[in-house]
């Protein structure tokens, strides 16, 4: 893997030497951290997850049967009522949104990291999420024994049916087609992080700011040719 030449050398490695494990929860946390941590080198993974690690800790001690609809519970209740995640309407665009780091203090974001601080928690309690990637709007799925639940991290952890995420896929791509397919996508880490990669280089265009493109575009080239 060559140097970067924009990147920070830092944040460079740490994201490189992730790629390996990326399908894991901590594989995929270190790596979005790593992004952040060529704009502010104060980041920290081990803060990063020390304060995952606190959010999963308050709502494992409110649960003592270890059911997971009592889990589910909690964690909706802690993460979107009481801490207040939720979507960024005011400043959508703003790249701190796509910072796993900022996310976690603010309690804004955009879907794609939302959903993320999302699995990152409900893995720590024990429980199974997904991310979809469906067109425009990325959202988190819930697999428990008997069901799953699509929720909406951006709207504050509301669930969706089926019907409702399709109804979204066709008014956004008028394509019913698309929509049956996009639902039933699960997202990989990889496309995950390429996702936040992405969102990333579309703001930086928009802002006209080349040199933080090139950064970025080296970590996506990195994970590119990693697969």
Known sequence: MHNPIYCNQSAFE??????????TNDGICNAVTAIAMHFDPRVSPQLVALELDDIANQ????VTSGSSRALTAH??????????????????????NSFLPSVLECKRGIPVTLAL???????????????????????????????????????GGKLLSENE????????TGCRE???????????????VTRILANLIHTFSFQ????????????????KVAY
């Open 14 to 23: 740490l994201f490189v030497s992730e790629i390996g494990r990326l399908e």
């Open 208 to 223: 006209n700011r080349p040199e933080d493109i090139a950064a970025v575009s080296e970590l996506y080239n990195a994970l």
């Open 165 to 172: 995420v399709n109804a979204r896929i066709i008014k956004m």
């Open 75 to 96: 964690l909706h209740q802690l993460l979107f009522d009481e801490l207040g995640f939720r979507g960024d309407t005011e400043n959508f665009f703003d790249p701190k």
């Open 117 to 155: 601080v999302y699995k990152l928690v409900a893995g720590r309690c024990g429980l199974d999420v997904s991310g979809l990637n469906t067109p425009g709007h990325f959202l988190a799925r819930l697999n428990m024994e008997d069901e799953r639940m699509i929720v909406d991290c951006f709207c």
């Open 178 to 192: 698309l929509a049956e397919s996009a639902l039933i996508e699960v997202a990989t880490h990889r496309q995950w």
């Open 59 to 62: 709502i494992n001690s409110r």
